[in-house]
């Protein structure tokens, strides 16, 4: 992946004018056509950003919140996410509320139950995460979209860790709203995600960056298409190499390699839930956990000190957090994990606990 990234980083050096200006949509129509055919929708339906923060906010700054409105999230999701909706309320006056999901979590459908006690007549907006950062957990998203539109509140999903991880039908999801990273799962370079937006609420997206999108010379008749396709020069390689990102999970038949993570992660988790003694942060495993999970840890673990030993030490790199009082250990389980790389782990925390 890293050479078709240079080779296009290469190509663009070579000749700017016809990378990113005089051709620039040619270039990237068919990588957003089979970004498109992976993700269940249109291509008009989607815009590159570099990364699920910038799609976020994208959506965050463009709605028109009022005084006294709710964006209700749980208390789950991704600090700079929840910081994005904090600085939100404050310029706007809209209350960002965090629902509280009391562990361990139970079924799907008690979550949405349970998520759907935090809405309000004043919910103007949904923001969840499709898998959670500090607790890797897949939440039901597609049931909250429906519940949402049938209410007329907006949906807004944060799919950072979902595109190669979770097979993903955008227009099944039914969300107004979905950013997705390809640097996380997919194997593209950093730098390389998408906004979804449905068509009927695109009008509603203000660039973020204005550029020469704005009152464009060119229309294209999408003004969604326009304030989004060019944020000012950059390079646009990261993007470009999606498609080589495509073409090698669809090659190298990553259903069978994300079915092998996802059974490693469980049998992972439940040899670390029984060494570690912690209660589980969700009954029924394989309804919330794809490729990652996390663990509860003693209380009077140092996070830092036992990131820091694990990688110094075992050179094992995993994510230890302190959140929401709880201090969480976070497994991720790529292709190229094996069965003596998760032994190691426990091996190690059976030492360093
Ligand atoms: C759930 C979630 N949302 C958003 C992000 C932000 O992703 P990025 O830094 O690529 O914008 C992350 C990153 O880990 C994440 O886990």
């Not at 990378?19 to 957003?32: F, G, M, Q, T």
């Not at 056509?33 to 269940?40: D, I, K, T, V």
């Not at 010379?217 to 950059?234: E, I, K």
């Not at 990131?307 to 969480?328: C, D, M, P, S």
């Amino acid at each position: 992946m890293f050479e078709a990234y240079q080779a296009w980083q290469r190509r663009i050096e070579r000749q700017p004018e016809e990378y990113l200006w005089r051709n620039r949509d040619k270039y990237l129509a068919p990588v957003r056509q089979a970004l498109a055919e992976y993700l269940g929708t249109a291509p008009a339906n989607l815009a590159f950003v570099p990364n699920a923060t910038t799609g976020i906010n994208i959506v965050a700054r463009s709605l028109k919140l009022q005084p006294g409105d709710e964006v209700l999230a749980s208390n789950h999701e991704y600090g700079a996410i929840d910081r994005t909706w904090r600085f939100i309320a404050a310029k706007t006056g809209a209350h960002y509320i965090t629902r509280e999901l009391p562990l361990p979590l139970s079924t799907h459908d008690d979550f949405v139950e349970t998520f759907w006690g935090g809405v309000t007549d004043r919910t103007k907006v949904i923001c969840l995460s499709h898998i959670t950062s500090p607790t890797a957990l897949i939440f039901p998203v597609a049931a909250i979209c429906t519940r949402a539109r049938a209410a007329g509140i907006v949906t807004v999903i944060d799919g950072a860790h979902v595109p190669g991880q979770l097979e993903l039908d955008l227009e099944a999801i039914g969300a107004d709203f979905y950013t997705g990273n390809g640097h996380k799962w997919l194997g593209t370079p950093r730098g390389a995600a998408f906004l979804y937006a449905r068509p009927e609420v695109q009008s509603q997206v203000e660039p973020l960056v204005v550029s020469w999108g704005y009152q464009s010379d060119h229309p294209s008749g999408s003004t969604f298409q326009d304030y989004l396709g060019w944020t000012g020069t950059r390079d646009l390689s990261a993007y470009l190499t999606m498609a080589s990102a495509l073409e090698f999970i669809a090659d190298n038949g990553w259903e069978q390699v994300r079915g092998r993570c996802h059974r490693l992660a469980l049998k992972a988790r439940e040899q670390l839930q029984a060494l570690i003694g912690e209660p589980p942060l969700c009954a029924q495993a394989e309804e919330w956990i794809a490729q990652m999970f996390a663990v509860l840890l003693p209380a009077q673990v140092n996070p830092e000190r036992l990131e820091a030993e694990l990688f110094t030490r075992y050179n094992i790199e995993v994510a230890v957090k302190r959140w929401q009082g709880f201090n969480l250990l976070r497994v991720s389980v790529p292709a190229y994990t094996t069965t003596e790389d998760l032994e190691r782990l426990a091996e190690a925390l059976r030492e360093l606990l």
